[in-house]
């Protein structure tokens, strides 16, 4: 009974520490196994649990354990059975058990358990054993760096990864590293696949992958619950901070915690990668101190796939899928046809292979027409795309050989001047976005200055054909 409150203070003073969130997720389900001579035995009902405890909290639930009674000198974790009280060792233990007793945070879409992301990690790498993230978001295990395709449009991006996921701790070169792109583009599986491959490799760096929205909801909960503290205390050794959809992140407080956590990992030399749907210098929202932080580092654009890309990963996801079975078949003909079609980004071409997949099992014999029937509303025929300022930007940029960061720079040498007002006429032209719009996109100028080079553009246009014609290629160029 002694023990019993015993274990009951600590567990309260556990909590306290680490937060309710990382206490319901890793220690829910530990027990009190036995007090003899001057051993304290806890139980967890798996390996995982055992080793991710024994490696992240024994010294601290020691500690906890001899501040309530001095004389017990050590803390064991056993792994216990349904049928036994305990087993001392069982290596290939699942971690389902685990994900079953985590509680349920929001993930960037939908709900999911912290520990699922300890569970994905470990499913990628069976062969070694692999160091779970304090928290966050969960990590899909295939979305590694062998189901990434790589392409010139993701080439650079890629390398930048894998060194990342590959550099030891202060092994740091572009930091933070923000890679950016339209929605679908594989931003989300790049952070992963770093991510994933940093938890497997011999190091074992402390990894903590988020989305912004996580990011938001953890810290919102921690203030609430009056946990804040030790919510930044947890941070504040992490070795790789990755974030997603960082144009989700909002709230003033929140942002101010942001900043603080990014000066804090930046200046002790820790990696903190970034991913969002535009270049850091057009994130609008976000306070501009964390914006200027997130521009001091490198930004790498990825681009859409080309047909190679797509085919590859059509063929990669066909292969997958046969590792379930074998006998699935769709002909490459069928392959190429949908990856010709299907243009627009990395979800819809998986949507694309999810729904052949489906029709397959009851309509063995797909034909072009029928796939043509099925991904109709995919294919990208007929309706205009929305265009976006970063689009017209990235094409007119890579047009006229200049970067997209000159593009938005000050300069105001010829050479950028010229492309940056077609950039802007197009944008006018091709977007409803205001002038003033416009001109925020374009490095903060003012809407004079666009209203300017429209009007210059329009009136060039009107005397040189050639203009006329290079701005149409232009416009065909951005729809593509
Ligand atoms: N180069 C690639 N190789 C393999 N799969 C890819 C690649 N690019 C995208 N995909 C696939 O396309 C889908 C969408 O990718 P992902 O979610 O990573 O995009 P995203 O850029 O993060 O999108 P969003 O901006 O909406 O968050 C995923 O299934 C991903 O695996």
Known sequence: MRHDALFERVSAR?????????????????????????VVRLSVPTT???????????????????????EILKVEILVRTATRGHRPTAPEESVAAAAEAAVVPPSRRSAAPTVAIAAAAVAAAPARPVQAPLFGSPLDQRYGFD????????????????TIAEAGAGAVRFNPLFIHSSVGLGKTHLLQAIALAALQSARAPRVVYLT???????????IRDNDALSL??????IDLLIIDDMQFLQGKSIQHEFCHLLNMLLDSAKQVVVAADRAPWELESLDSRVRSRLQGGVAIEMEGPDYE????????????????????????????????????????????????????????????????ELLGHLVNAGEPRRVRIEDIQRVVAKHYNVSRQELVSNRRTRVIVKPRQIAMY????????????IGRRFGGRDHTTVLHAVRKIEELISADTKLSHEIELLKRLINE
């Open 14 to 38: 556990l909590k306290a520490q680490v937060g309710p969130d990382v206490f319901a997720s890793w220690f829910g389900r530990l027990k009190l196994h036995s007090v003899s001579k001057s």
């Open 48 to 70: 995982f649990l055992k080793s991710w405890i024994n490696n992240r909290y024994l010294d601290l639930i020691t500690t906890l354990v001899q501040q309530e009674d001095s």
């Open 147 to 162: 189901s990434f395709v790589e392409g010139s449009s993701n080439r650079v991006a890629l390398a930048a990864a894998r």
């Open 212 to 222: 912004a929205e996580y990011f938001m909801w953890r810290f919102a909960t921690a």
């Open 232 to 237: 930044k205390e947890s941070l504040r050794n």
């Open 309 to 372: 890309m797509r085919l590859e990963m059509l063929k990669r996801r066909l292969e997958a899928a046969r590792q379930d079975d074998a006998s699935l078949e769709i002909p490459l003909e069928i392959l190429s046809h949908v990856a010709r079609n299907v243009t627009a980004s990395g979800r819809e071409l998986e949507g694309a292979f999810n729904q052949l997949l489906f029709r397959r099992s009851f309509e063995p014999q797909l034909s072009i027409e029928r796939v043509d």
């Open 426 to 437: 197009l944008s006018k032209t091709l977007t409803p976005r205001s002038f003033p719009e």
